[in-house]
């Protein structure tokens, strides 16, 4: 009974030794993922500062950032969308907004569905669109999209600068 006793608590001591270990292996493994999002410290988007913290929305609440648009992604497969404000060169302001997609084909629908009237079609990522004040690309299962508040000659560069530091953080 004491010998039976004893391989119990050593196998009950084991399991939960390997449970700790699977649950640290995902901890480190999660900490190593790179934010898409440049930070304002970095020479990766010049002329970009990042003003405000990442807000990140679920599906399910995708309607408190995009009321009236959210249907549309919910189709395509969208399962968060994470958004960040950034300020350039102290002359005029943009949102990023990332939506990570259940898989490409949902990126692709929903670029698809923008407008390709008035737009350049820089390359960057799997596709893309550059209008007046705005970029949208698509890489794997991402859509990124850029927003400038205001209009000038410096936005189309500049709005290309920091898309491409994001496609570079999103295959890391």
Not at 35 to 47: D, I, M, V, Y
Not at 48 to 69: H, M, N, Q
Request: hydrophobic share 45%; net charge neutral.
């Amino acid at each position: 009974m004491i010998m039976h006793s004893m391989i119990f608590r050593g196998s009950l001591l084991i399991s939960l030794c390997l449970a700790f270990l699977g649950v640290a292996a995902c901890h480190r493994h999660v900490e190593k993922q790179a934010s898409p999002f440049p930070a304002s410290n970095s020479n990766e988007a010049a002329g970009w500062a990042k003003t405000g913290e990442i807000r990140t929305f679920a599906a399910a609440d995708l309607w408190k950032y995009i009321d009236g648009e959210a249907e549309r992604y919910l189709k395509a497969g969208v399962e968060t969308v994470s958004t960040a404000d950034y300020r350039f060169r102290d002359k005029f302001d943009a949102v990023v907004d990332i939506y990570t997609m259940g898989n490409a084909a949902g990126a692709e629908k929903i670029l698809e569905s923008e407008p390709a009237a008035n737009a350049d079609a820089p390359h960057l990522g799997d596709s893309a669109r550059l209008y007046s004040q705005s970029l949208v690309f698509r890489k794997g299962p991402y859509l990124v999209r850029i927003t400038a508040y205001e209009d000038s000659a410096e936005i189309k560069p500049a709005l290309l600068g920091l898309a491409r530091a994001i496609e570079q953080r999103l295959g890391k």
